[in-house]
Nanobody, 119 residues
Framework: QVQLVESGGGLVQPGGSLRLSCVSSGILFGIYTMGWYRQAPGKRRELVADISGGGTTSYVDSVKGRFTISRDNVKNTVYLQMNSLKPEDTAVYYC?????????????WGQGTQVTVSS
């Protein structure tokens, strides 16, 4: 059974920090690209950051310099360190694991964790 379990969300003040964690099981973690997506009410889900099995990272422009994605292939865990949080970062954050592309693409999703940035 494939499972991605997220933790670390919560309520923080603007300028604060949170660290999200996602522990995976049931997949060969090391060959999957892992990512964090977020979705705010009324908006489409967007890719915030991802990291390949080899450690190559990418970020959406709005979080560059503030967020850092990392992975531990021994613990089968991907992290998202979020600093200098802004109200605009408020969303449900989803952990994603994927491999392949097109018609042979495989995707797995976590349940989502709420991040709220508010005074």
């Amino acid at each position: 059974q494939v499972q991605l379990v997220e933790s670390g969300g919560g309520l923080v003040q603007p300028g604060g920090s949170l660290r999200l964690s996602c522990v995976s099981s049931g997949i060969l973690f090391g060959i999957y690209t892992m990512g964090w997506y977020r979705q705010a009410p009324g908006k489409r889900r967007e890719l915030v950051a991802d990291i390949s099995g080899g450690g190559t990272t990418s970020y959406v422009d709005s979080v560059k310099g503030r967020f850092t994605i990392s992975r531990d292939n021994v613990k089968n865990t991907v992290y998202l360190q979020m600093n200098s949080l802004k109200p605009e970062d408020t969303a449900v954050y989803y952990c994603n694991g994927r491999r392949g592309s097109g018609e042979i693409r495989y995707d797995y999703w976590g349940q989502g964790t709420q991040v709220t940035v508010s005074s």
